[in-house]
């Protein structure tokens, strides 16, 4: 069994920062790709930005410059450091990893954390 767990969500206000992190456990083989998204009121979920196990990474237009990920693979963890937050930032926060598990070798699978909410406001 997986689990991804976030934290660091809050209550900021415009022009501040917090920093998101992602841990996952469970019979982890390896895992292949992370990533965090979000999800605000009435709205779809939607990338912030991925990054895979190689280094390569994609970050959504309006991420770019304000919101980066960051990895800390020994420790199967990644992380948002999200700068100069704006009150359309306001969303659940969800990280996401395709993970290979000891008892699922061949089939990577894309799991899901419970979210963490971030607002920003005035």
């Known amino acids: 069994q997986v689990q991804l767990v976030e934290s660091g969500g809050g209550l900021v206000q415009p022009g501040e920062s917090l920093r998101l992190s992602c841990v996952a456990s469970g019979n982890i083989l390896s895992v292949n790709g992370m990533g965090w998204y979000r999800q605000s009121a009435g709205k779809q979920r939607e990338l912030v930005a991925v990054?895979?196990?190689?280094?390569?990474?994609k970050n959504a237009d309006s991420a770019k410059g304000r919101l980066t990920i960051s990895t800390d693979n020994a420790k199967n963890a990644w992380f948002l450091q999200m700068n100069s937050l704006k009150p359309e930032d306001t969303a659940v926060y969800y990280c996401?990893?395709?993970?290979?598990?000891?008892?699922?070798?061949?089939?990577?699978?894309?799991?899901w954390g419970k979210g963490t909410l971030v607002t920003v406001f005035s």
């Open positions: 990054t895979t196990s190689g280094g390569s990474t």
């Open positions: 996401n990893a395709i993970i290979t598990t000891t008892t699922m070798r061949w089939s990577p699978t894309d799991y």
